[in-house]
């Protein structure tokens, strides 16, 4: 069992900017690739960003490329996601999530999740 815990989120006007942790306890952090993904009210959850286990490899949605970035640190059990000038249509709840393997940008292949931190984002 890995859990997960997102922290961070909170109300920022447009064109600024939050950082998201997402700290994890329970099997080796190290083992395992991580991916951000978000979900609007009314939307389906989507995915935003993920890092490979040892932090060699990320990949980004269109959306938030160039604006967002995922980083993690092993020695802290810890995923961060960076994030620079938001916009109103980032405003969704953001999960963190583990997974085996590789990363993937694919929320079925996440096996742990976190409850998520809300991000708004007012214009």
């Known amino acids: 069992q890995v859990q997960l815990v997102e922290s961070g989120g909170g109300l920022v006007q447009a064109g600024g900017s939050l950082k998201l942790s997402c700290a994890a306890s329970g099997r080796t952090f190290s083992n395992y690739a991580m991916g951000w993904f978000r979900q609007a009210p009314g939307k389906e959850r989507e995915f935003v960003a993920t890092?490979?286990?040892?932090?060699?490899?990320?990949n980004y949605a269109d959306s938030v490329k160039g604006r967002f970035t995922i980083s993690r640190d092993n020695a802290k059990n810890t995923v961060y996601l960076q994030m620079n000038s938001l916009k109103p249509e980032d405003t969704a709840v953001y999960y963190c999530?583990?997974?085996?393997?590789?990363?993937?940008?694919?929320?079925?292949?996440?096996?742990?999740w976190g409850q998520g931190t809300q991000v708004t984002v007012s214009s």
């Open positions: 999530a583990a997974k085996v393997g590789g990363p993937m940008s694919t929320a079925y292949s996440y096996m742990y």
């Open positions: 890092i490979s286990s040892r932090g060699a490899t990320t």
